[in-house]
């Protein structure tokens, strides 16, 4: 990726980020809600199309809707908190992108 952006904020740097955040900061179906956050939220985004660097870099990563894995609508991502959902996709993503790399 040419953007900057995408350099610094990549699947390890969310892997990290979102690992260090405990479960009980977490929340469905609102970006931020009585101190808690959904992954976008804990982005700097919450309301939304208010994105931030970080949350437009997550946004793009995902082949898949960051806020339906989070709230546990994929049927993929079924992990009990939102926290697991979203680490299980940034996993499935780091791996795709490793068998990328080798194929090359």
């Known amino acids: 990726m ?3 952006v995408y ?3 990549d699947v390890d740097y969310f ?3 979102f690992s260090a955040i ?3 900061q977490w929340c469905v179906g609102e970006f931020a809600w009585d101190g808690m956050k959904c992954a976008l939220g804990h982005c700097g985004e919450v309301v939304p199309f208010a994105t ?3 949350s437009q870099a997550l946004r793009w990563l995902f ?3 960051v806020i339906a894995v ?3 609508k994929d049927p993929r991502y079924k992990q009990p908190t939102p926290k697991a959902r979203i680490l299980a996709a940034l996993r499935d993503l780091q791996e795709k992108q490793q068998k990328q790399q080798n194929e090359q």
């Open 70 to 72: 989070n709230d546990g």
């Open 7 to 9: 350099d610094v904020y």
């Open 22 to 24: 405990p479960d009980e």
């Open 2 to 4: 040419s953007d900057p």
């Open 63 to 65: 082949d898949v809707s």
């Open 52 to 54: 931030t660097a970080e």
């Open 15 to 17: 892997l990290t980020k």
